[in-house]
């Protein structure tokens, strides 16, 4: 099955002991050679001193996926070795530091061995510099043993330490060290190896925290709140990053606001209350941090308050697993808060979508006047994809929504704070210090009628609430549209996924086609639903529901807010925290569908 | 209903101030509280305090978060925009706005419940980050919607109206403002009009965090004999520090002052605070001795009021992070936007 342009290495390395930078240059160097790699960083909540590995499937089909079985274990962590050696194909490879000599016991895996401790150690004096080189000693020997091009690697390594050009030299000598080792000692290339492709042009590598942080520069963002929480840490870090190189005005003041808050329920007040000052304004967390949101969140939708939420999800319940990745937020940010709320939602499926649902959540926020949650994962958050690269339309005007100036507040004398003059849901708002005599209003989370005053009157409340409703259908219709990806217009059997799940889907597709199954897929990009949700369940008798939750929550959703019949729907469920593959897809689609044939016959 | 309009009818020989407005302009709503209740008293200072700051009401934003205090805000300045929000978190809206917009004034409403615990936290935070507003605690040491349980400012030694004692010690916010670096701290007490009144001008023109604690006693659950923050108590306990005289800017007053007793306090915005001190010893600038006397007081049994604390620095949020001097929310998001031209580059370093 492996070959050429098509394996997994997996690097088990010690965290905190520089291997992330090390692991980085190697997927990177493979994506300049014009290969897709899908690098998986698997950490774990801890500083130091623990296991972590990086697993990088390499296709050159272009299949991102996470793929089981590994077939070349770099095996830097004693701790782990047992188990890491599992994880490896019959007549894979497993390479280790033999510093420290250990018989290994799988005859049918190909050990390699290398003292690269040793080698450290007689090079460097220093003891943190024996231990960063370590890493490059391993890069280098695997670049012998899959054939990567030298020059760019070194290449990688010189634009990685671009600045520091003094740390260059001493990598690139660790480097050739690992490399002229392994191939002194042993027969390179090994049937695993890469050749150079174009596969990677017009692409780019990124993490999803990384792109949504830059998208929420470019939608005008100018007020971010915000309180540290893995996996959404790197999307606030990376907006601050990009505003100070790109909002700074000549006399070096910023034109954004940022403020590390003291809890969650300050970072989206923060929000809050620059969004209902007219600033577009957004914060960034995860599960637990939107459990402590939910209070406000209720407020906002009642009071009709725009923001941007940055949701990286992470594995739940509870604090839950900090450093693995789910979907399983997606009920609990639907409805978030007590009474009836409901709240708009958007599913980015890599980096790019993060970049361009991050811009236009903010457009959406204003037109709807109203929290847009965009959700995220610690997938797309934090691991590098192959995505296309980041595109601004310069043409794009961005959408205020219905706020009045002081010369459309003076003509409009009958103007009401919550009062729907369009049909549409939508209220005219006004921002604090535009009129001296006009549009000021009490913003309150009590009931109110349509002029903002408090009142008592159940039916006035009511009025608004079915106001709300309207504005909801109103989301559904101007929210981005579902992604269809129709093989076969006769096919029964259809796919509804959403988020990080679209390469697993898109090769599990591929797999079950060549098994003679032929699905069409839907992938879902937004909450309310759009019409074509629906329109796709009605041509289709069977409904898979690929998420990463335990509850089918995606499919209680689609029962309830789409009125999908549920026998139609089946769910595949994954919440172990890890990316899904392929195979746990196509096999469970495969097994349900022979299942299904044979009751037909 | 609770929302009781005030008929627009006034007599035409009312007082304007330089921008024609009369104090009729500057008040809201119809208070539903209960009456007597002292936080009317503070809305009615806050009125006076506006009316003679010469202030545009639209360029004022009141804030508050729940409780009767936070209903407050809806009985004055109805030409300004109001925020009500949850409870306790008054502070982060108002960060927020404020980050929004720096060119509005920024008056926060809340009450003792609301500050002194579920909003301890972000109480404290707004005050260490020098944000520029006013905040202003309603301080009648119980809850008053709920009926009227103790609050954590409640004295120990103060029991309730049923005569049930309070098993904890009081949490003072003024010395916790000071302690954590509020610019601008004072303490008055709603039935003194002459003190509050200049105290909430000078507190309104300060530039950083101006922290009011207000003892404002409440008629129906904590106004009885054994209160320590009923009408007579505090009448009766007032320590009196200090009287401020507010100087708006550009405008000199003489007053006639025993020779020594009377200091000057200029504000960055060019207004003056002039100080009358009853105890020639104190120093407001002295953050120890604030502390120390407000102690001192206490554990004599006395509510130590007026100005207790000024740090002349001035330095607000803005200055500290080095935000624009624009309002943010006045720069058209076509300005904040990069365009494509910033995005090649970016691209570039993804490869």
Known sequence: ?601 | MSYIQKPTAFHPALKKNKLGLTRRDYEGAMSTLCAGCGHDSITAAIIEACFKLDLPAHRLAKVSGIGCSSKAPTYFLSRSHGFNSVHGRMPSITTGANLANRDLIYLGVSGDGDTASIGLSQFCHAMRRQLNMTYIVMNNGCYGLTKGQFSATNDKTSPSKKGESNLFEAIDLAQIAIQLGAGFVGRSFSGDKAQLVPMIEAAMSYNGFAFLDVISPCVTFNNHPGSTKSYDYVRGHNSVLDKLDFVPAEEEIEIDYAEGTTSEVDLHGGAKIHLHKLDTGYDPTNADQAINTIRTRLNKGEVTTGLLYFDGREQDLHETLGTSERALNQIPISELCPGSKNLAPINDRFR
């Open chain 1, 1 to 601: 099955m492996s070959g050429i342009n098509d394996f997994v290495v997996k690097f088990a390395t010690v965290n905190g002991s520089g291997s992330a930078s090390a692991n980085l240059m190697f997927a990177k160097t493979l994506f300049r050679m014009g290969i897709p790699v899908s690098p998986k960083n698997i950490f774990p909540s801890n500083i130091q001193g623990l296991p972590t590995w990086y697993e990088v499937r390499v296709s050159g089909d272009g299949y991102l996926a996470r793929r089981d079985g590994i077939d070349l274990m770099v095996a830097m962590n004693a701790q782990t070795y047992e188990n890491d050696l599992k994880q490896v194909v019959s007549g894979g490879y497993l390479l280790y530091d033999s510093t420290l000599p250990r018989k290994f016991t799988r005859p049918d895996v190909t050990i390699i061995d290398m003292p690269i401790s040793k080698m450290c150690a007689e090079h460097w004096a220093d003891t943190r510099q024996r231990q960063l080189f370590k890493n490059m000693v391993y890069v280098g020997a695997v670049a012998a043993l899959i054939d990567i091009d030298l020059g760019v690697l070194e290449g990688v390594v010189a634009s990685q330490f671009k600045g520091k050009d003094k740390l260059i030299e001493p990598n690139l000598k660790a480097l050739h060290m690992g490399r002229d080792y392994i191939q002194a000692n042993y027969a390179c290339p090994l049937p695993i190896k890469v050749t150079p492709g174009n596969a990677t042009d017009g692409k780019i590598l990124v993490s999803g925290n990384e792109a949504a942080g830059l998208g929420a520069v470019y939608g005008g963002a100018s007020v971010c709140a915000w309180y540290p929480i893995t996996p959404s840490t790197s999307l606030a870090e990376s907006y601050e990053r990009h505003a100070k190189a790109l909002r700074m005005q000549e006399d070096g003041k910023k034109l954004f606001g940022m403020v590390q808050a003291e809890d969650e329920l300050a970072a989206i007040g923060i929000a809050i209350g620059a969004g209902w000052n007219g600033a577009r304004s957004f914060t960034a967390t995860s599960g637990p941090g939107v459990s402590l949101m939910n209070e406000f969140l209720g407020l906002a939708y009642y009071a009709e308050v725009p923001l941007v939420l940055f949701n990286v999800q992470r594995g739940g319940p509870s604090t839950g697993m900090p450093t693995r990745t789910q979907q399983s937020d997606v009920l609990s940010c639907a409805y978030a808060s007590h009474g009836d709320t409901r709240h708009v939602l958007l599913f980015p499926t890599d980096p790019t979508e993060c970049f361009t649902f991050a811009a236009q959540a903010f457009d959406l926020a204003e037109r709807l006047q109203t929290p847009v949650i965009v959700m995220s994962d610690l997938d797309i958050g934090m691991n590098d994809w192959v995505c296309d690269e980041l595109d601004w339309d310069d043409a794009h005007v961005h959408d205020r929504g219905k706020v009045l100036s002081a010369e459309e507040l003076d003509a409009m004398p009958d103007w009401g704070r919550y009062k729907d003059i369009d049909g549409d849901g939508i209220t005219y708002r006004t921002i604090p210090g535009t009129h001296p005599t006009k549009g000021a209003f009490f913003t309150r989370g009590t009931s109110h009628d349509e002029s903002a005053r408090y009142t008592e009157d159940g039916v006035v409340n009511a009025q608004v609430m079915d106001r709300l409703l309207t504005k909801f259908q109103t989301a559904a219709s101007i929210l981005p549209k579902p992604v269809s990806d129709i093989r076969d217009e006769s096919s029964r059997i259809g796919i509804i996924y959403f988020g990080a799940n679209r390469p697993a889907v898109m090769e599990a597709m591929d797999r079950l086609r060549d098994a003679g199954v032929v699905a069409n897929a839907l992938r879902i990009t937004a909450f309310p639903f759009a019409e074509e949700v629906r329109a796709f369940a009605d041509d289709h008798d069977r409904i898979y529901v690929v998420e990463q939750n335990q509850g089918g929550q995606m499919r209680q959703l689609l029962m309830v807010e789409a009125d999908i019949q549920r026998a139609k729907l089946i769910s595949i469920l994954n919440y172990d925290g890890m990316p899904m593959t392929a195979e746990f897809i196509r096999a469970r689609i495969g097994a349900a569908e022979s299942h299904a044939k044979i009751a037909a016959e």
